[in-house]
C-alpha cells in the first residue's frame, strides 16, 4: 500500500514512535508491510517500506537489510536484543518502537 511519502523521521514523528537506532532519518518511506515470518518479508517487503513486526532478534537486521527497508517499527513494545541494535547501528538500519499492536500501527501508517 502507498503511503504519503516521508522521512523516516518524520514518520517517527507523527507516530510518537521511539527511536532505537535513527541510521538516516532522512530515508524516504514510501509503503507499510507487516509480518513476522523473515522468509516471506525478505521475498514480499518492498523497498523503502516502514516494516511493522514484533520480531526483534539480529535475523531482522539481516533481512531488513537484503529487502532495502526503510525503517523497521517494532510493535507492542517489543524489546530489541543487544545483538541486533549493535547489528542495526553497524550497517544502517532506523529502528522504532511503539507499545502500539500491529494492527493499529498500520492503520496509523496508512492514515
Known sequence: MQIKNRTAAQLAAELGLEVLNEADGERSITCGYAG???SWVMGRAPADCAWVTVMSNVNVIAVASLAD???VILAENAELDAAALEKAIAVGINIYRTELPVFDLCA???N
Open 36 to 38: 513476522d515470518l523473515l
Open 69 to 71: 527497508v526503510g525503517c
Open 108 to 110: 496509523k501508517i496508512a
